[in-house]
């Protein structure tokens, strides 16, 4: 997988999660998430899974499609 798309879906969640004023570990926590991954997924260093990608637009309030949108 391209680091080049791992990091844009990283700065696009990032962009979102900071939207609403939420820090990682408060995402981290709405969506049962390691604070420590969502900084890796942000920095394009994790691959999330269709999973964890569903979790953390829940997470967000947002469809998947709109999480996919970057």
Same mark, same amino acid.
């Given at each position: 997988? #391209?680091?080049?798309? !791992?990091? $844009? %879906?990283? +700065?696009?969640?990032? +962009?979102?999660?900071?939207?609403?004023?939420? $820090?990682? @570990? =408060?995402? +981290?926590?709405?969506?049962?998430?390691?604070?420590?991954?969502?900084?890796?997924? /942000?920095?394009? /260093?994790?691959?999330? #899974?269709?999973?964890?990608? +569903?979790? !953390? @637009? =829940? #997470? !967000?309030?947002?469809?998947?499609?709109? !999480?996919?949108? %970057?």
């Amino acid at each position: 997988m #391209s680091d080049k798309l !791992l990091k $844009s %879906f990283g +700065a696009h969640l990032k +962009a979102l999660r900071l939207k609403q004023n939420l $820090s990682q @570990a =408060e995402l +981290a926590h709405k969506g049962d998430f390691d604070r420590n991954y969502i900084g890796m997924v /942000e920095r394009g /260093e994790r691959n999330p #899974s269709l999973k964890n990608l +569903a979790r !953390l @637009a =829940e #997470s !967000l309030g947002i469809d998947l499609p709109t !999480l996919l949108k %970057f």
